[in-house]
Nanobody, 118 residues
Framework: QVQLVESGGGLVRPGGSLRLSCTAS?????MAWYRQAPGKQRELIAT???????YYAPSMIDRFTISRVNLKNAVYLSLTNLAPDDTAVYYC???????????????WGQGTQVTVSS
């Protein structure tokens, strides 16, 4: 079982930025970020493989950047130019193999709240 722990969420003003972090209990092939806004389905933001190959959901590519440090078993998500619609719980996820939507990763963190409000 892989444990994932996120950090870095919080309250930010519109137009602001945040950097989320996630650390896994062991090395794993695929790491990803998802988010779930109130009353909405969980949606993919981006994935990144251990070879540092990223994939972004088309609507997320402009303002979000995924990165990874394999030696730390860590994945990061940089969020820029945030808007109130970005308010959501952001989840780190991981899997031992490549997956494609609508499939979802096997392992999940507990989530970190991001609230965008003035």
């Amino acid at each position: 079982q892989v444990q994932l722990v996120e950090s870095g969420g919080g309250l930010v003003r519109p137009g602001g930025s945040l950097r989320l972090s996630c650390t896994a209990s062991q090395s794993i092939y695929l790491m990803a970020w998802y988010r779930q806004a109130p009353g909405k389905q969980r949606e993919l933001i981006a994935t990144i493989t251990s070879a540092l190959s990223p994939y972004y959901a088309p609507s997320m590519i402009d303002r979000f950047t995924i990165s990874r440090v394999n030696l730390k078993n860590a994945v990061y998500l940089s969020l820029t130019n945030l808007a109130p619609d970005d308010t959501a719980v952001y989840y780190c996820a991981a899997d031992t193999q490549k997956i494609s939507p609508p499939l979802m990763p096997t392992f999940w963190g507990q989530g970190t709240q991001v609230t965008v409000s003035s």
